[in-house]
């Protein structure tokens, strides 16, 4: 089993940086696949960024250049820079961890306004 808990969010400018962090209760070397994914008002939720058990990571088109996402195992901690913020970025982010099933945290808002 696997615990994630997100921090990190809050409220931005448009063209501002926000980073977000993912820590697990346990080495995350151990994840397959992990990443972010983020549900806006009314709208499913939808992959952000991830690395996949391949190796592998993929990002959104609609972040591709904008945002990174990258982890420090040693920390157990996986992150999510974000710059460039549009309001169309707003919504609630949440940490993905796939261990023999599938795992989120709780969320954290973000928000970009003027």
């Known amino acids: 089993q696997v615990q994630l808990v997100e921090s990190g969010g809050g409220l931005v400018q448009p063209g501002g940086s926000l980073r977000l962090s993912c820590t697990a209760s346990?080495?995350?070397?151990?994840?397959?696949?992990m990443g972010w994914y983020r549900q806006a008002p009314g709208k499913q939720r939808e992959l952000v960024a991830i690395?996949?058990?391949?190796?592998?990571?993929n990002y959104a088109d609609s972040v591709k250049g904008r945002f990174t996402i990258s982890r420090d195992n040693a920390k157990n901690t996986m992150y999510l820079q974000m710059n460039s913020l549009k309001p169309e970025d707003t919504a609630v982010y949440y940490c993905?961890?796939?261990?023999?099933?599938?795992?989120w945290g709780q969320g954290t808002q973000v928000t970009v306004s003027s």
């Open positions: 346990g080495s995350i070397v151990r994840i397959i696949n």
């Open positions: 993905y961890g796939e261990v023999s099933g599938a795992y």
């Open positions: 690395f996949t058990r391949y190796g592998i990571t």
